[in-house]
T-cell receptor, first 113, second 112 residues
């Protein structure tokens, strides 16, 4: 997990609350992405970015918002939390999805009551 | 649409056994395939990355093979140890996009 930090590690929200999950890297990689991991569902891509100012949707983008103003940071915003968003969230980075290894952060465990 | 499948979902073996984990994908037009390890409550750690032009990659007791034409990859673990107990996942970038698709993983338990 070297080079990728995620905060917070744990979070409990009430339905309807909003929050931002932080992801930061010090490896100067262009590609950053957010996944959620649920039992029996594996990892599913939420949003990704191929560079500062460029973001796109993954498989399950609804209810989430992202922005990429710098190379280093890629925050994930939950606009109005729902119990279905209870999950473990991982941030991943890489210099190129096509040729290089993807590095994962330690994850944020989110519970929405 | 690319789909990635891993069989078996769980595997329990005695220490010292050689074992094979399987990964299948439906679209053979892949750039690469990556194997990861995930320990309980932790993030993913990259084990091996195989480029589409390669047939296999080795790292220590691990060997990963890739057969694009049949849509399959295998992860071979030699002389398994209790410390190998973890969930192993494979993933591929979807052709023409920047999206990574993961299998649901194989949960491995190596008994001492």
């Amino acid at each position: 997990n070297a080079g990728v930090t995620q905060t917070p590690k744990f979070q409990v929200l009430k339905t309807g609350q909003s929050m931002t999950l932080q992801c930061a890297q010090d490896m100067n990689h262009e590609y950053m992405s957010w996944y959620r991991q649920d039992p029996g569902m594996g990892l599913r891509l939420i949003h990704y970015s191929v560079g500062a100012g460029i973001t796109d949707q993954g498989e399950v983008p609804n209810g989430y918002n992202v922005s990429r103003s710098t190379t280093e940071d890629f925050p994930l915003r939950l606009l109005s939390a729902a119990p279905s968003q209870t999950s473990v969230y991982f941030c991943a980075i890489g210099s190129s999805i096509f040729t290089d290894t993807q590095y994962f952060g330690p994850g944020t465990r989110l519970t929405v009551l | 649409k690319q789909e990635v499948t891993q069989i078996p979902a769980a595997l329990s073996v005695p220490e010292g056994e050689n074992l094979v984990l399987n990964c299948s994908f439906t679209d053979s037009a892949i750039y690469n395939l990556q194997w990861f390890r995930q320990d309980p409550g932790k993030g993913l750690t990259s084990l091996l990355l195989i480029q589409s032009s390669q047939r296999e990659q080795t790292s220590g007791r691990l060997n990963a093979s890739l057969d694009k034409s049949s849509g399959r990859s295998t992860l071979y673990i030699a002389a398994s140890q209790p410390g190998d107990s973890a969930t192993y996942l494979c993933a591929v970038p979807t052709s023409g996009t920047y999206k990574y698709i993961f299998g649901t993983g194989t949960r491995l338990k190596v008994l001492a």
